[in-house]
């Protein structure tokens, strides 16, 4: 062999060499359901009153699953659900006609660009003043071919995100009556039952446990992951005598539905973000690695919210860059979409059963009440602004303005709220 072919080979190596590269860097990692190091940050609300275009944050390598908040209205104008995101879109004069739904179809390629980076993205209903509930099981039913129309797998001469197609939906429901919502997410899941799509569907309880809203459906319904909100109450990551991942974990292994359920540690991204149980970077580290050893079911990190964690020094990057290791399958999951589970209406909570070992205190079950008023027969010709309550404001002029809700339920108490 000549000097010159020699040349000539190397160089052929050297080009199948920068080739393999090239396409190695294109290669986009799918959602993998199965990880104990996933971080899913809501966006949505303007936290921080820095916001950017969900397309801004889809280019966070670090960032999972983004479950848009909020939904927070289930039947507003013309029977139509009613959806929130602050100083990117929401309700005003680019509403579809006879209703109070916004078109927000130029986030399409936005939602798409998330997903082409194998993020999934949900819608998230509720939040801690929305007015959500369902009055009865058909009530619930219709409610999800609404869902699935607008926002899923269907179709409908009304989609709010144009032609993109979520990935499925989040509840994160704080008030309102708890029934039905094991229709709701069964109806759902028998919607998606053949589409070649995977849908998800997680919720957000909050950490007592159980959760007042949600604990019936988490007990009678298959979720994929619970993103459980550790701040705002007595069980909070800030507490840790308190901390009460270990119930969580053995309900996930023994009572829900979905055997191989995740279940999420949910942190502010900044103090500012919750009324408290922000805790420093290295403290949220030191835990999760702690339920990463000693929990099955843990599934990783919730944060509350993208423009929180992003202006508080990119929190979540130094969290997820701490957390991710190897030690989780790769495996994507099962690309088939469950079977739903056999549904029982009940309107009051069932306690689950549990180990002696893991047995929660007493005082870690809200106290029973009286569910509140569905209001989901309103049809809303005058819909109040729930951010008008919301903790943290922009500097505007006050109103005397009252919006009615719930008294909280203690130790339970709201978390979710809405950004002006």
Same mark, same amino acid.
């Given at each position: 062999?000549?000097?010159?072919?020699?040349?000539?080979? #190397?160089?052929?190596?050297?080009?199948?060499?920068?080739?393999?590269?090239? $396409?190695?860097?294109?290669?986009?990692?799918?959602?993998?359901?199965?990880?104990?190091?996933?971080?899913?940050?809501?966006?949505?609300?303007?936290?921080?009153?820095?916001?950017?275009?969900?397309?801004?944050?889809?280019?966070?390598?670090?960032?999972?699953?983004?479950?848009?908040?909020?939904?927070?209205?289930?039947?507003?104008?013309?029977?139509?659900?009613?959806?929130?995101?602050?100083? +990117?879109?929401?309700?005003?004069?680019?509403?579809?006609?006879? *209703?109070? $739904?916004?078109?927000?179809?130029?986030?399409?390629?936005?939602?798409?660009?998330?997903?082409?980076?194998?993020?999934?993205?949900?819608?998230?209903?509720?939040?801690?003043?929305?007015?959500?509930?369902?009055?009865?099981? =058909?009530?619930?039913?219709?409610?999800?071919?609404? +869902?699935?129309?607008?926002?899923?797998?269907?179709?409908?001469?009304?989609?709010?995100?144009?032609?993109? !197609?979520?990935?499925?939906?989040?509840?994160?429901?704080?008030?309102?009556?708890?029934?039905?919502?094991?229709?709701?997410?069964? *109806?759902?899941?028998?919607?998606?039952?053949?589409?070649?799509?995977?849908?998800?569907?997680?919720?957000?309880?909050?950490?007592?446990?159980?959760?007042?809203? $949600?604990?019936?459906?988490?007990?009678?319904?298959?979720?994929?992951?619970?993103?459980?909100?550790?701040?705002?109450?007595?069980?909070?990551?800030?507490?840790?005598?308190?901390?009460?991942?270990?119930?969580?974990?053995?309900?996930?292994?023994?009572?829900?539905?979905?055997?191989?359920?995740?279940?999420?540690?949910?942190?502010?991204?900044?103090?500012?973000?919750? #009324?408290?149980?922000?805790?420093?970077?290295?403290?949220?580290?030191?835990?999760?690695?702690?339920?990463?050893?000693?929990?099955?079911?843990?599934?990783?990190?919730?944060?509350?919210?993208?423009?929180?964690?992003?202006?508080?020094?990119?929190?979540?990057?130094?969290?997820?860059?701490?957390?991710?290791?190897?030690?989780?399958?790769?495996?994507?999951?099962? *690309?088939?979409?469950?079977?739903?589970?056999?549904?029982?209406?009940? *309107? @009051?909570?069932?306690?689950?059963?549990?180990?002696?070992?893991?047995?929660?205190?007493?005082? %870690?079950?809200?106290?029973?009440?009286?569910?509140?008023?569905?209001? =989901?027969?309103?049809?809303? @010709?005058? +819909?109040?602004?729930?951010?008008?309550?919301?903790?943290?404001?922009?500097?505007?002029?006050?109103?005397?303005? %009252? !919006?009615?809700?719930?008294?909280?339920? +203690?130790?339970?108490?709201?978390?979710?709220?809405?950004?002006?």
């Amino acid at each position: 062999m000549t000097f010159v072919q020699e040349m000539r080979g #190397g160089y052929r190596c050297l080009s199948i060499l920068v080739a393999w590269f090239v $396409l190695c860097s294109t290669l986009v990692s799918a959602f993998s359901s199965e990880r104990n190091d996933n971080l899913a940050v809501y966006w949505g609300q303007d936290s921080a009153n820095n916001q950017q275009r969900l397309s801004f944050y889809c280019e966070d390598d670090t960032i999972d699953a983004i479950p848009l908040a909020f939904l927070y209205i289930f039947f507003g104008a013309g029977g139509m659900p009613v959806i929130d995101f602050a100083n +990117i879109c929401s309700t005003g004069g680019n509403n579809f006609p006879g *209703t109070d $739904l916004a078109d927000c179809s130029f986030m399409a390629s936005d939602i798409e660009q998330c997903q082409a980076k194998g993020k999934i993205v949900t819608l998230s209903l509720g939040g801690a003043t929305a007015k959500v509930g369902f009055s009865s099981s =058909s009530q619930a039913s219709d409610f999800a071919h609404t +869902i699935w129309n607008l926002f899923l797998g269907g179709s409908s001469s009304m989609r709010p995100f144009g032609s993109a !197609v979520l990935d499925g939906v989040d509840l994160d429901i704080e008030n309102g009556s708890n029934a039905f919502y094991n229709t709701f997410v069964n *109806t759902l899941r028998s919607l998606a039952q053949n589409a070649k799509k995977r849908y998800y569907v997680t919720a957000a309880p909050q950490c007592p446990f159980p959760d007042a809203e $949600l604990g019936n459906a988490l007990n009678s319904a298959f979720f994929d992951a619970v993103y459980v909100q550790f701040y705002n109450n007595f069980c909070e990551t800030s507490a840790p005598s308190e901390f009460n991942m270990a119930t969580w974990d053995n309900w996930a292994k023994t009572v829900s539905p979905n055997r191989d359920i995740k279940v999420y540690l949910g942190a502010p991204g900044s103090p500012g973000s919750a #009324g408290d149980g922000f805790v420093s970077s290295g403290t949220l580290i030191n835990v999760v690695k702690e339920a990463q050893q000693k929990y099955s079911s843990f599934g990783g990190v919730m944060l509350w919210d993208a423009d929180s964690a992003q202006t508080n020094g990119r929190y979540q990057v130094t969290v997820k860059n701490a957390i991710q290791n190897g030690a989780s399958s790769p495996n994507p999951g099962s *690309t088939q979409n469950p079977t739903p589970t056999s549904t029982h209406p009940a *309107t @009051t909570q069932t306690k689950p059963h549990s180990s002696s070992e893991t047995q929660p205190p007493a005082t %870690t079950q809200a106290p029973t009440h009286t569910a509140a008023p569905s209001s =989901s027969a309103s049809s809303a @010709t005058s +819909i109040p602004d729930p951010r008008w309550t919301a903790r943290v404001k922009r500097p505007i002029a006050k109103r005397n303005l %009252t !919006v009615g809700h719930p008294t909280p339920r +203690i130790p339970r108490r709201p978390s979710r709220l809405f950004k002006r």
